[in-house]
């Protein structure tokens, strides 16, 4: 140990923390797991109640081997759908799940990751959207609660690796960043652009909102008071499925039902129903109108269902179009309508052949530029040892920041690859500045002085490049965010562990 010195040492032992970091997990070396992550569960589905989780790896299913996408999707499809519930055991790293069910569970899954480097959206494909507030500049703490309540909105539409963070421009503008892997732009602006203010109306008067105020519980996932009732064709090459699902209101908004039926008549024409019927409103535009029972006049009752209907060329077509209607329509009355009309100010769409492939050409263009680096110093210096050094270092460093970010979980998009690069570039710099620094020969000075003069330089030039990071951390719609942090975290990995060690192994060749 006396022998390398401490900067070695603690470089060595930096870089094997990295690698670690990089390829082991908590449960193995992930390049030798097999079966598949579970990315999403939709709450309040039978396999959230059943306890899959986000992040559980699934090895087997009814004792067959679940290796990898191929063979979880060959399972399903040959199993699913069933006319009678069968017995799922889905066994996880963590625990051995038991799921009843005629259908495929309501969870999305992936191919483990090879790395624990996570990618964000421009590697891994999806939709990026800039939203604001029509009409209303949002404070500090407005823009804080809205992107909390978008968050519980999206949520509930079981997607995954969803980045919702409030910002503010350099004029001092709130706004909402919002990005969904494998997610659409239409998807994205039909969750977002509608406010979903859900009111049901008998005649002017309000009976219930959608949210938590007024609406106790909703059905989900459940056959027994979630459902399509039926399908039929009504026109030439047009079908229709009608859906229809349980709510439960609070006692103050059954009350209000029940004051409000109170008072009308019953239909003369049709005695078993009331006057007036029940209007759903969906962002003020009439969605459905429910017939009320005579037996609900004047009662105080929590259980109201609720129908739609859904439509579509193919009785299939209309099925799923039913499905997915009556998913938003609850979503909406669990998680309430937005408290602004939003409108979306910018939306991209990110392709992730696009990002994969440029992410390989960057980080082969960036290991080329490094061992290109080290031609040019075997060239000026005529020293192999030290060519070697700038190339280890080169990418040692490469490898040390990637580490880190998979460490804190940092999503690497496209921007923070670029501040690596620059991380690099500005690492390689200052290991030139040492090199000639060691090698300027004056009477008055050891090679340890030298060393230190030329850390000085380099500690000079890292405290004004992390100032320059600082803004754009903070601002551009975080977008330049990823591009700042790797860029600040390279440097810092340079000045605390890789440049010392840089020193010290010129100081040795020199000796």
């Known amino acids: 140990m006396k022998k390398l010195g401490f900067k070695i040492w603690l470089y060595i032992i930096v870089l094997v923390l990295a690698i670690m970091s990089i390829f082991v997990s908590s449960s193995g070396i992930a390049f030798f797991q097999k079966g598949v992550l579970i990315t999403s569960v939709e709450q309040n589905s039978s396999a959230f109640d059943s306890g899959l989780r986000q992040g559980q790896i699934i090895t087997q299913i009814n004792n067959q081997k679940i290796e990898d996408m191929h063979s979880f999707s060959d399972y399903i499809q040959k199993t699913f759908p069933v006319e009678e519930e069968i017995k799922l055991i889905i066994k996880t790293k963590d625990a051995d799940i038991i799921l009843y069910t ?61 980045q919702i963070a409030p910002f503010s421009d350099l004029s001092g503008n709130n706004y909402i960043r919002i990005e969904i892997a494998g997610a659409t732009p239409k998807d994205l602006s039909s969750m977002i652009e509608s406010q979903g203010k859900f009111e049901a109306k008998i005649g002017n008067e309000t009976v219930f909102i959608g949210g938590e105020r007024d609406i106790a519980s909703v059905c989900r996932n459940d056959a027994t008071c979630a459902y399509i009732q039926s399908c039929q064709q009504i026109s030439s090459g047009e079908y229709s499925c009608r859906f229809t699902f349980t709510i439960y209101l609070s006692e103050e908004a059954a009350q209000r039902h029940a004051d409000i039926t109170s008072k009308i008549p019953i239909n003369s024409t049709s005695p078993e129903y009331l006057s007036k019927p029940l209007d759903l409103y969906l962002d003020d535009k009439l969605v459905e109108t429910l017939l009320i029972s005579k ?15 859904g439509s579509g ?24 309508s937005f408290p602004y009309k939003l409108k979306i100010l910018k939306l991209d769409v990110i392709s992730p052949n696009l990002g994969s492939n440029f992410t390989k050409a960057i980080f082969l263009a960036g290991f080329v530029a490094v061992f290109c680096v080290a031609l040019v110093v075997f060239f000026k210096y005529r020293k192999i040892k030290q060519s070697f050094a700038v190339l280890g270092i080169g990418i040692s460093e490469i490898i040390i ?20 690069l620059a991380a690099i570039g500005t690492g390689v710099n200052d290991q030139i500045v040492m090199l000639d620094e060691a090698k300027r020969r004056t009477s008055d000075s050891s090679i340890k002085s030298r060393i230190k003069n ?23 719609g975080g977008l330049l965010k990823g591009f700042a942090s790797t860029t600040i975290i390279g440097l810092t990995i340079g000045i605390l562990v890789t440049r010392p060690a840089f020193g010290e192994m010129i100081k040795r060749m020199e000796e």
């Open 102 to 162: 005629k259908y495929a569970p309501d969870i999305t899954v992936s191919a483990i990751p090879k790395t624990g480097i996570k990618t964000g959206l421009d590697l891994s494909g999806g939709a990026r959207a800039i939203i604001g507030a029509e009409g209303v500049e949002l404070t500090d703490q407005e823009a804080k609660d809205l992107a909390e309540i978008i968050a519980n909105r999206i949520n509930y539409y079981g997607l995954k690796d969803i």
């Open 454 to 476: 030329a850390f000085e330089i380099i500690m000079g030039a890292y405290l004004t490049l992390v100032a320059a990071m600082i803004p754009l951390y903070l601002v551009g």
């Open 295 to 309: 037996d609900l006049k004047g009662e105080v009752t929590t259980r109201i269902a609720i129908s739609g209907s």
């Open 401 to 420: 920041t990637l580490g880190v970010a998979a460490f804190l979980d940092i999503n690497l998009d496209l921007s923070a690859i670029a501040g690596i």
């Open 313 to 336: 060329p193919t009785e299939e077509e209309a099925y799923d179009a039913a499905q997915e209607d009556m998913h938003n329509l609850q979503t909406i009355l669990i998680t309430g």
